[in-house]
């Protein structure tokens, strides 16, 4: 991963703020959902999309004709994939604040054309949601290959900010009568619920998380 550019360089919360291509990588694995942002015929739009992570580059998918796809190609977009971790409480209404995890990346997407390496990344993309069910699925046909797109951008501009802390209040006001922490986040997958129109009582024989514990 390159040295931090003028568009990654973190200016407010510097403290906040880390490089490291490991750490990076770490945090989009462990998350499902990212927010890509582009300019379209002149105005800022915003898409929320799943994305998945192969080696150094950052892969998400949508329909051919999706504006976050088609339209994405050849411009600068960039991706901010963020997890929320907790809520901190302060003494005062100013000091409040999160803890949280956040990676934003700039890029421009690179079509994914090959046949052959757009279903490698869609088997990918599904075994990262649920190990092991693309082999127990009704193969891909080519319609649906045709209507799916897959772009990536390379993982090389990129920063971090993380917040893991307790409030940091003013000093006079430690001794006011409020209760001050972290009130944590915990997440989980809920009970399964099965397709009502699926009459046959199927097991769910893999594991219920992902592998890489995103969610």
Not at 32 to 45: D, K, R, S, T
């Amino acid at each position: 991963m390159q040295a931090p550019s003028q568009r990654t360089q973190v200016k407010r919360g510097r403290k906040r703020a880390d490089y490291d291509p490991l750490l990076v990588k770490q945090i989009i694995d462990q998350s499902l959902l990212c927010h890509v942002a582009q300019i379209h015929e002149g105005y800022p739009v915003v898409t929320p999309t799943c994305h998945w992570r192969d080696g150094d580059m950052l892969y998400w998918h949508g329909h051919a004709r999706a504006r976050n796809v088609y339209a994405s190609q050849g411009q600068s977009v960039c991706v901010n994939i963020s997890q929320l971790d907790g809520l901190v409480l302060a003494r005062s209404a100013f000091h409040h604040s999160v803890n949280y995890r956040s990676v934003t990346l700039f890029g421009v997407p690179q079509l994914i054309e090959d046949e052959v390496e757009k279903r490698r990344q869609l088997e990918l993309f599904v075994e990262r949601l649920s190990p092991g069910r693309w082999q127990q699925l009704r193969p891909i046909n080519e319609q649906e290959m045709m209507l799916t797109a897959v772009v990536a951008i390379p993982i090389n501009e990129a920063s971090v900010k993380v917040r893991s802390a307790p409030p940091s209040d003013d000093d006079e006001d430690y001794g006011w009568p409020v209760w001050a922490g972290v009130m944590p986040i915990q997440r989980q997958w809920g009970v399964l619920q099965q397709d009502p129109l699926q009459t046959e009582n199927m097991a769910y024989p893999l594991p219920l998380s992902p592998a890489n514990g995103a969610i």
